[in-house]
């Protein structure tokens, strides 16, 4: 996921300030999370 994003973002990923970078890995790890609550769902279902 992470290396899509840096491949979309190019160089400006690249010039990020680290508040940026921060939030970029917040973001992402918020997805992850939604993610895997998804699958957990999806278990109890099976």
Avoid at 28 to 34: A, D, G
Wanted: hydrophobic fraction near 50%; charged fraction near 20%; charge should be positive.
């Amino acid at each position: 996921m992470m290396y899509k994003l840096v491949n979309i973002g190019g160089l400006d990923l690249l010039r990020l300030n680290l508040r940026s970078r921060s939030a970029l890995l917040i973001a992402h790890l918020s997805l992850t999370y939604v993610e895997l609550i998804k699958i957990t769902k999806q278990k109890r279902l099976v």
